[in-house]
């Protein structure tokens, strides 16, 4: 799939960054507020979409925001508080396929603001003495450490993404991590270890992606042109998605 566009001289955005998905499998979207996170988001679910349209994506949007109100009524779409069901009923059914091999169907689980949400549940884990954020991070932790095999990835987006968000050392399990905008020393250290990324200014929706094998490179995501019909498209595919589900009956691809 087309995991962003290299750029040109002119800063335009100009080959696709093309991986296969199978292999590049976990995704690590981060950038500070405003860098364009959740609108490279909604291009790489529309891409995803096209390039696997079976896919069964589950959405948890801890922000409950405009970006993704169209999916109000998806099924698999969770807001707020209702993230923890959503990554609940997602580990559920990764531990059927992993326990009965019955299916290799592929399963995404995307969380934007991941670490907004793991910050909420602590303070409301420690007034309700529940665990509820350990229940995440270990579901999350084991799909980055098992669901490659098995298809299941996970696609988190953060502001930050330092390592006590990942249980067991697994932030090291994204095949694919995208730092957006100007990214400070501190973070650079944690997302891009080691790399040298020259301290330039970035417009929204660029910044670097690392893919495992490759060196760092520069990616942009394009300013979609009706977003409108993007989000109506994507939409309609994971509708479609569910009825295919329930009857096996085809679905059809973003055109
Ligand atoms: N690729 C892009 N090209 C041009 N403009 C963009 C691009 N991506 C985002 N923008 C603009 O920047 C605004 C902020 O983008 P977005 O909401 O995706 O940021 P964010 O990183 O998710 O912010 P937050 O952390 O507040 O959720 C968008 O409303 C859009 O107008
Ligand atoms: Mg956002």
Not at 27 to 42: D, E, F, Q
Not at 106 to 128: A, C, G, T, W
Not at 228 to 249: A, C, F, P
Request: aromatic share 12%; proline share 4%; glycine share 8%.
């Amino acid at each position: 799939m087309i995991y962003g566009y290299a750029t040109g001289a002119d800063g335009k955005p100009s080959a696709p960054i093309k991986l296969n998905i199978q292999d590049y499998c976990h995704i690590l979207l981060t950038g500070s507020t405003g860098s364009g996170k959740s609108y490279a988001l909604l291009y790489l679910i529309g891409c995803l979409l096209k390039d696997s349209p079976e896919t069964e994506v589950f959405i948890c949007d801890f922000k409950n925001s405009e970006d993704f109100r169209f999916l109000n009524d998806y099924p698999l779409y969770y807001a707020g508080q209702h993230c923890y069901e959503g990554v609940m009923e997602f580990f559920r059914r990764f531990n059927d396929a992993r326990e009965n091999g019955k299916s290799f169907k592929r399963r995404v689980l995307i969380f934007d603001e991941y670490p907004s949400y793991i910050f909420y549940q602590s303070m409301m884990d420690k007034d309700n003495k529940t665990k509820l954020v350990s229940d995440v991070t270990n579901a999350i932790a084991t799909t980055l450490m098992l669901g490659r095999g098995i298809s299941h990835a996970a696609w988190l987006v953060t502001q930050r993404a330092e390592s006590s968000l990942f249980a067991n050392g697994s932030r090291d399990n994204f095949q694919i991590i995208i730092g957006l905008g100007r990214l400070s020393k501190e973070q650079k250290g944690m997302i891009f270890t080691g790399e040298e990324i020259p301290n330039e200014p970035m417009k929204r929706g660029e910044g670097h992606l690392l893919s495992d094998g490759h060196k760092l490179r520069k990616v942009k995501f394009p300013l979609i042109s009706d977003i409108n019909d993007w989000k109506w498209h994507i939409y309609d595919i994971l509708m479609r998605n569910l009825e295919h589900n329930r009857d096996s009956s085809q679905s059809t691809p973003l055109a």
